[in-house]
């Protein structure tokens, strides 16, 4: 549950109540969004990732 929340204990609606302000950081974690063309590039080259394989493959051969 931490890693979608930046290593914090509480969710939001758990903040939000009266007197329940405070949040406990577990551990430093990132929040990486991926962008539209960054996934639309991912879905390419898992459709190429074959091809791309036996080429490398073919390299260190």
């Known amino acids: 549950m931490e890693l979608g929340l930046h290593g914090q204990s509480k ?3 758990e903040k939000n109540r009266l007197a329940n302000w405070e949040n406990d950081i577990g551990d430093a974690y990132y929040k ?9 590039i991912g879905i390419v080259q898992f459709e190429r990732m074959s091809e791309l394989f036996h080429k490398r493959k073919n390299l260190i051969s």
């Open 32 to 40: 990486c969004n991926m962008a539209d063309i960054m996934a639309t």
């Open 11 to 13: 969710t939001a609606i």
